[in-house]
């Protein structure tokens, strides 16, 4: 079966720099999250997309900017990078198209970036 | 707010041996949605189970074994007869009906063989 791709998978920038992460959901689902996991942490909720409009914020920095296209693929811009933007950064998508809610969320395999 | 708690940050046991992972959650919500996910060392995030708020029903797979009670708050889980490639983080999670997960600590379990 099909499931969320990422790209690039490993990234390396420098301070102050940007960076563009990609993410293809699961066919025919319409929700997209963005989660950022820091070293020997759990994933921390940055924001998420629904029908290509924003639907819900987490603790994104202002620096971090995100948006879903006609295609339903999301890209995560980051701009200024800083040290602690280094991270494993996950996208997952689900569908809401079923009566019950909740629908669990396939994550992709995650984008390690290192910013030095 | 919402909160999961996973108050065992590391557990080692030998192969064969059964693991129970603790997971405690804090919500005012009625409606709410549990989740277990498994990252091995390669780091991806592995969806295990889902639970909705109103069913309480236990579940069995393979292995793998959750219990949900309510009146406790808990969602632990169960791994029968552990093997090596057990071995990863698990995270236990919330969501509500925003769908966002809010994830516990996540708890380390080594299988030694």
């Known amino acids: 079966a099909a499931g969320v791709i990422q790209s690039p998978r490993h990234l390396i920038k420098e301070k102050r720099e940007t960076a563009t992460l990609k993410c293809y959901p699961i066919?025919?689902?319409?929700?997209v999250y963005w989660y950022q996991q820091g070293p020997g942490q759990d994933p921390q909720f940055l924001i998420s997309?629904?029908?290509?409009?924003?639907?819900d914020k987490g603790s994104i920095p202002d620096r971090f900017s995100a948006q879903q296209f006609s295609d339903y693929h999301s890209e995560l811009n980051m701009s200024s990078l800083e040290l602690g933007d280094s991270a494993l950064y996950f996208c997952?998508?689900?569908?809401?198209?079923?009566?019950?809610?909740?629908?669990?969320?396939?994550f992709g395999p995650g984008t390690r970036l290192t910013v030095t | 707010a919402q909160k999961v708690t996973q108050a065992q940050t590391e557990i080692s046991v030998v192969e064969k041996e059964d693991v129970t992972l603790d997971c405690v959650y804090e919500?005012?919500?009625?409606?709410?949605?549990l989740f277990w996910y498994k990252q091995p060392p390669s780091g991806e995030l592995v969806f295990l189970i889902r639970?909705?708020?109103?069913?309480?029903q236990n579940e069995i797979s393979g292995r793998y074994s959750w219990n949900f009670q309510k009146s406790t708050s808990s969602f632990n889980f169960t791994i029968t007869a552990s093997q090596v490639v057990d071995s990863a983080v698990y995270f236990c999670?919330?969501?509500?009906?925003?769908?966002?997960?809010?994830f516990g600590a996540g708890t380390t379990v080594t299988v030694r063989a």
């Open positions: 997952a998508s689900s569908g809401r198209t079923k009566l019950a809610g909740g629908w669990e969320q396939y």
């Open positions: 066919p025919r689902h319409d929700t």
């Open positions: 997309f629904y029908e290509k409009m924003q639907s």
């Open positions: 919500t005012r919500d009625t409606t709410y949605y």
């Open positions: 639970r909705n708020s109103f069913d309480e």
């Open positions: 999670a919330l969501s509500l009906y925003d769908y966002k997960l809010s």
